[in-house]
T-cell receptor, first 114, second 114 residues
């Protein structure tokens, strides 16, 4: 069962543009929503994360927008750069018996063209 | 560099064979997670160990098993390999801060079953 739906599957953005990746979840028990960035040949790395009691979190050019009632959250990359070209995974997790059960989205391959 | 190491980096084997993937967590991290990443399935959680004990199981096949040793390194054993087992296998170790667990991923082992 796909509990975290991510779109689009791929995205091409001009340098300087805004990249937007959307995710939707089903389980209201999720209490933490991280985004991971993965470069080719590397493992995913935590980029930014948000808790459901906050509607927006910004770190540099990266912003998470969170809509609890709609069960949706999105990643916005402002002033996108070629170095941002990577695969981005949204995730949702809940504390389950002392460990975080993390469910990942299927990923979005972002290409930023000069 | 996340501090998590995985060996080998690449592995090519034949159907029916058995392989062992190794993971060393970051210094001080007690938890190790194993994930499978394939093109069409995204990141799938397989299993988690905490301080030597199995804590959670995800979509792990019966042909697969794992263990965590007293020095906290972990091994994932894949047996009776099938073509469909070809994938990237990641391990992650985790740390808690501000009541939140963050997972740090290793560089992965790319398995090709011929």
């Amino acid at each position: 069962q796909q509990q975290v739906k991510q779109s689009p599957q791929s995205l091409i953005v001009q340098k300087g543009g805004i990249s937007i990746i959307n995710c939707a979840y089903e389980n209201t028990a999720f209490d933490y929503f991280p985004w991971y960035q993965q470069f080719p040949g590397k493992g995913p790395a935590l980029l930014i994360a948000i808790r459901p009691d906050v509607s927006e979190k910004k770190e540099g050019r990266f912003t998470i927008s969170f809509n609890k009632s709609a069960k949706q959250f999105s990643l916005h990359i402002m002033d996108s750069q070629p170095g941002d070209s990577a695969t981005y995974f949204c995730a949702a997790s809940k504390n389950s018996g002392g460990y975080q059960k993390v469910t990942f989205g299927t990923g979005t391959k972002l290409q930023v063209i000069p | 560099d996340s501090g998590v190491t995985q060996t080998p980096k690449h592995l090519i084997t034949a159907t029916g064979q058995r392989v062992t993937l190794r993971c060393s967590p970051r210094s001080g991290d007690l938890s190790v997670y194993w994930y499978q990443q394939s093109l069409d399935q995204g990141l799938q959680f397989l299993i988690q160990y905490y301080n030597g004990e199995e804590r959670a199981k995800g979509n792990i096949l019966e042909r697969f098993s794992a263990q965590q040793f007293p020095d906290l390194h972990s091994e994932l054993n894949l047996s009776s390999l099938e073509l469909g087992d070809s994938a990237l296998y990641f391990c992650a170790s985790s740390a808690w801060a501000s009541a939140q667990e963050t997972q740090y991923f290793g560089p992965g082992t790319r398995l090709l079953v011929l």
